[in-house]
């Protein structure tokens, strides 16, 4: 099969900006990170993008030119950053084109998301009685995952800390100041166990990649990326996923794992082979259970970790380098393709501060969420 | 619960009166026999679409919880002025046959809520609109020790 490569990364700052739409900073991403390839908008052959709430991607057309390349909309929830970098990869496999441009982007209200349950197929005294909010799966979701596991609160706190103490490493991160582990363990219950400081925000941005196949890479950068592998998977039957007015009895591994272990066998390698990690942090808990599930330690094995400061940026297992979703917010179009980023930067050795020691070689970035999917890359340094 | 006053039963039809009082009522693949939560039509275990309507019970133990500290916006529609909410508690319940029903729970102190502990259904009230009190099934504590006051 033939290998792809990433040449050129953009970024519009995550967070907040106002007056500014989601749409025109996801263009900006992809001006970006066509300056960093050093091609033109008019040399891509195909595109694939998404937003969940900042409208349609090929709309971006509009801001970039219309050149007429086929551009296809990703609605993928929070896999949307991730379908999009797949799907990109596929059809430059396939010969389609020479240069594909995979962007996501969006700008999402202050505060905690509110669907509609008939948008998930649901009634309306889900929503309508309180039961219908991303917080409380979270934590019903951790709060027995600590149970079962015998993990404490502190792990959470823990997660938290090195999120912002990296996010204040990250001359790009949204929230830029290290917490202390009293202000995180004693700020204000959200959904018990989870606090204000163990959870992401909703928040704006844009991330785009410019690719190419590998064999014609060094005619762009001599610093190409290797797209080792890109999965997307969905959830199977008893999966514990968002918005589920009931649990089935038993419970199936989630989409992660599946899409974990899809990813490992396309590379060739294991988790052990991995020396730079981005997992979803939508919260401090979901952290918690990424690890285990990509196959970087045991079910329980996490707190020691954390304490040990394994998932430090000089540790064996550097987690969210950037501070992840915690430090970044959440602009659930973007998201995914933010972590491709901060890996491809460490891989580049261009990260700074938080720059990984020991020029790292491979690089593995996981998304997960809404409404049950899961995508992983994997990705080897030039 | 006040009975002078209009009611609104957001989910009345997912319960029944039987026998043994209160009861869930869901469905169960007649192929594979998985039980749903509200009743589907369709089975995502085995891909069957035979389906038939069941009792879930009324007994259960706590799985897991959370307590719901913020006041939701829409589609929630407690309708109380901000100042006036109070957290919930929100949790999944294991029933016999194994299904984990999420619902709202009557106690919301979280230093008596505990994982494993037996909790059985009830109707509650979480609100009001213009004209009517609102209602909804919960979940309460079976032992009277644990409840708050």
Redesign the interface.
Known sequence: MEDIAIIGVGMHRFGRTDGVSGQVQGAHAVREALKDAGVSWDQVGVAYGGSQDAGNADALSNHLGLTGLPFVNVANGCATGGSALASVVAALRSGMSDIGVAVGFDKHPRGAFNPRPADWGLEDWYGETGLMLTTQFFALKTQRYLHEHGISEDALVRVAQRAFQNGALTPHAWRQRALSYEEIAESMPVNLPLRKYMFCNPAEGGAALVLCRASEAHRYTDRPVLVRAAVMRTRHHGSFEVFSPSLAAEAAPAPTVTASRAAYEEAGVGPEDINVIQLQDTDSGSEIIHLAENGFCEHGEQEYLLRQGETNIDGRLPVNTDGGCLANGEPVGASGLRQVIEVCLQLRQQAGARQVPGAPRLGYTHVYGAPGVSAVTILEAP | MNDNVSVHH??RH?LNTSEQGLVLL?SRCVTCH?????ATDSC??CCGSQMAVCELGSQGTL????????Q???????GEAPEDFEA?G???IEMP????????LTISD?TKLT?GMPMHLVEAD?GKSADAV?R?FAFTPSNPTEESV
């Open positions: 957001a989910t997912l869901g998985e039980y749903y939560f509200p995502t275990r799985w897991s919880w959370t307590v719901q500290a913020f939701p916006k829409s589609p929630y529609n407690g919930y929100v949790g999944y046959s194994g299904i984990r029903i999420e619902s709202r979280p994982i979480y609102l909804t």
